[in-house]
């Protein structure tokens, strides 16, 4: 007999303390078999009796909070239970992780993700510190998901990576459990934002992505994150058919999760590389505007979708509100798309030793994840392409071949400039192209060999019959070459060609 029938069976013998027991033990594994046993079990039982079993209250609570946005659970049922457990002289440890986990929760629906946050870490210090382990076969997996969730709303993938992959051990120690295929999922929804594409397809189910269960249960809520799943391995692999049917299943209940932000950055990212840019960024700026209190600094929606809008008007050449869509740089600081995002800016505005020098900083600082690494060794070959290091050049070129190919991260590829794509893309073996570049990376002036070489003499302050005679060139054609490479660097003097230069790194 299944549990969920044993439940059936217990309910319909009116055994009310048999099915205390097989709820404390059981309530996760059933709900996840049955989706409507434990509702049908709960609406027979004798309120009194009900009243006198705190726990089973706040597990109703957590099964009734499924239905809603952001699984908030009901105040009085979690503040009737919190009362109960502070009269305890002993608590599970079971217990003092429910106490944290409302009130988590409820943060995450107000926005205050800090306070998440800080609930979020106190579960997990709990679980640390547990002296036993009482039915933690049965609910832990359905804890470190919305802990591993809370990290993700944050920013900090490698948490998420943490926390999920000791989600999926759980389901192994609990024998088979069946959270484990949504443990599997979130893990790959989090590799995806982490942008290792790679890892994220390997983690997932064959059905990620597919809506299975009806509403109000476990697995529809934990369905909301699957689906995002693949549209961001789509965007990825620069599929633009893979990408607009999987955004097509991104269902209302998804924009009405916590991870709504995901669903408008697909979107987003979807028409700066094959659609309407111009209405994209309007529909960003709406929701910026309408969901400020969830978009916040620190906040991953606030980080994807101020990154998603610069980006957006990089497209369209309008780089002063790109740079105003990222705000100020204390506000955004640390994540490694709002960083891509700014450093682009530079690159679009013809200042690759910004660029250069940006890039190092990030690395040294470390901590940025899977994200740019693609993307920056991109940018590194454009730049240094740009300033005639031919041989830098190449070699960030194949780092950036490497790193697409592990990582599966061909979107790396939409910011290489075209003779940088080519390089990367001959050493991939095979091309992803874009019916349109998004961005034009603004390239150095070609100068003749003569032309750089007249700019380098000019670092002495020498005579131009000094330099004619170093060159062994008539100071006529020392004059031609000057001319023209003021003209190429837009300076009107010694000093600015000089200084040109110098931002190009075409003087090192």
């Not at 790396?412 to 073996?429: D, K």
Request: net charge negative.
């Amino acid at each position: 007999m299944s549990d969920s029938s044993f439940l059936g069976e217990l309910v319909g013998k009116q055994q009310w303390d048999e099915i205390g027991r097989l709820a404390n033990s059981h309530l996760v594994r059933i709900s996840l078999e049955e989706p409507n046993a434990w509702p049908a079990a709960f609406a027979a039982m004798p309120p009194g009796w009900l009243r006198q079993n705190p726990r089973l209250i706040i597990l109703r609570a957590i099964l009734e909070s499924l239905e809603k946005p952001f699984t908030v659970m009901a105040n009085n049922d979690y503040e009737a239970f919190v009362e109960w457990l502070d009269q305890q002289e002993e608590s599970l440890a079971r217990d003092e992780i429910g106490r944290h986990l409302g009130p988590m929760q409820y943060a995450r629906a107000l926005g205050h993700l800090g306070d998440a946050d800080n609930a979020a870490e106190r579960i997990l210090r709990a679980i640390r510190n547990a002296a036993e382990y009482t039915n933690f076969d049965d609910f832990l997996p359905s804890i470190y998901i919305p802990v591993g969730a809370t990290k993700l709303l944050i920013g900090d993938t490698a948490s998420a990576i943490s926390i999920f992959t000791e989600a999926i051990r759980w389901c192994v120690i609990g024998r088979g459990h069946p959270a484990a295929p949504h443990a599997r999922n979130y893990l790959a929804f989090a590799y995806a934002l982490d942008g290792d594409y790679a890892q994220a397809q390997s983690s997932a189910t064959a059905d990620v992505g597919l809506r299975t269960s009806g509403a109000g249960s476990f697995a529809h809520a934990y369905e909301s994150a699957a689906i995002l799943v693949p549209p961001l391995l789509a965007l990825g692999a620069l599929d633009e058919q893979a990408s607009a049917t999987s955004i097509a299943r991104i269902d209302r209940l998804v924009d009405e999760t916590e991870f709504w932000s995901v669903g408008a950055h697909a979107r987003a990212r979807h028409a700066l590389y094959w659609g309407d840019r111009v209405a994209a960024s309007e529909t960003l700026e709406r929701l910026l505007v309408s969901h400020r209190s969830l978009s916040g600094p620190g906040s991953l929606a606030g980080a994807i979708l101020r990154s998603d809008l610069s980006d957006l008007y990089q497209s369209l050449g309008s780089l002063d509100a790109a740079e105003r869509a990222l705000g100020p740089a204390e506000q955004q600081p640390c994540h490694p798309m709002v960083s891509t995002s700014r450093l682009r800016l530079h690159a679009l505005r013809g200042n690759h030793e910004a660029v250069l020098d940006g890039i190092h900083a990030l690395v040294e600082r470390g901590g940025s994840g899977v994200l740019p690494m693609a993307a920056w060794a991109v940018m590194r070959a454009n730049s240094a392409q740009a300033a005639f290091n031919q041989t830098h050049a190449e070699e960030y070129s194949q780092q950036a071949a490497t790193l697409i190919a592990r990582y599966g991260a061909f979107d790396a590829l939409t910011e290489a400039t075209p003779e940088v794509l080519g390089r990367i893309t001959a050493l991939l073996g095979e091309e992803r192209p874009l019916a349109r570049p998004p961005y034009r990376v603004a390239e150095a002036p070609v100068l003749t060999k003569q032309e750089l070489k007249v700019l380098q003499s000019l670092r002495g302050k020498a005579s131009l019959k000094k330099i004619s005679s170093d060159l062994y060139l008539s100071v006529n054609t020392v004059k031609t070459h000057r001319r023209n490479l003021y003209r190429k660097l837009g300076a009107q003097s010694r000093d600015e060609a000089l200084q040109a230069g110098r931002e190009l790194r075409l003087l090192l």
